[in-house]
């Protein structure tokens, strides 16, 4: 299965704290998307990495990307109990697919 | 805003009966696609078209149909739904990635549906 894997399954932190999900993929890829979805909504795209690209920053989120060892790591600082919500990554391996990771469920407590 | 709306947000159906779940968009983006989300999983693409193409997934069951009948707008009709079809069925839309498929995708709501 082309499916990503995530690490962890759930985080529990208090507000302030940084949160660093990871995401391990198997075939190669033409970019990484994570994307945030609350519960009971649709997934919210938060960023995309190409396969040439090292690290990647919007706002409070960094995004890294390792090819050789076909992983990715999404960092939040300075957590707010706003950012509670599911996780994905998603790997573009070409076309218009995505194929979604497993996810991390992130609890921000107040 | 330009956006991607799934109709009805809830849907409890029958077991075998028919239903339809419906989107639609305002980002006039050529690719729509259709996922089913179980609970706590991966969101599982089951379809999508580019512009009228359709495509389907290996492993998608053939219960499951797609109409598109123009750009706004797109349906998925379950034929005869079971009970493991309970699930949030997802809608979303991007520009055309091209090759490299380089685009977000943008996500409605979903519509949880429900069998009886």
């Known amino acids: 299965s082309q499916q990503g894997e995530e690490d962890p399954q759930a985080l529990s932190i208090q507000e302030g704290e940084n949160a660093t999900m990871n995401c391990s993929y198997k075939?190669?890829?033409?970019?990484l998307q994570w994307y945030r979805q609350n519960s009971g909504r649709g997934l919210v795209h938060l960023i995309l990495?190409?396969?040439?690209?090292r690290e990647k920053h919007s706002g409070r989120l960094r995004v890294t990307l390792d090819t050789s060892k076909k992983s990715s790591s999404l960092l939040i600082t300075a957590s707010r109990a706003a950012d509670t919500a599911s996780y994905f990554c998603a790997m573009n391996t070409g076309f218009q697919k995505l194929v979604f990771g497993t996810g991390t469920r992130l609890l921000v407590s107040p | 805003d330009a956006m991607v709306i799934q109709n009805p947000r809830y849907q409890v159906t029958q077991f075998g009966k028919p239903v339809t779940l419906s989107c639609s968009q305002t980002l006039n983006h050529n690719v729509m696609y259709w996922y089913q989300q179980k609970s706590s999983q991966a969101p599982k693409l089951l379809f999508h078209?580019?512009?009228?193409?359709?495509?389907n997934e290996a492993d998608t069951p053939d219960n499951f149909q797609s109409r598109r009948p123009n750009t706004s707008f797109c349906f998925l009709d379950i034929r005869s739904p079971g009970l493991g079809d309970a699930a949030m069925y997802l809608c979303?839309?991007?520009?055309?990635?091209?090759?490299?498929?380089?685009?977000?995708?943008?996500f409605g709501d979903g519509t949880r549906l429900s069998i009886l």
């Open positions: 078209y580019y512009d009228k193409d359709f495509n």
């Open positions: 990495i190409r396969s040439n690209e």
């Open positions: 979303a839309t991007s520009r055309d990635p091209g090759r490299v498929g380089n685009q977000p995708q943008h």
């Open positions: 075939t190669s890829i033409n970019n």
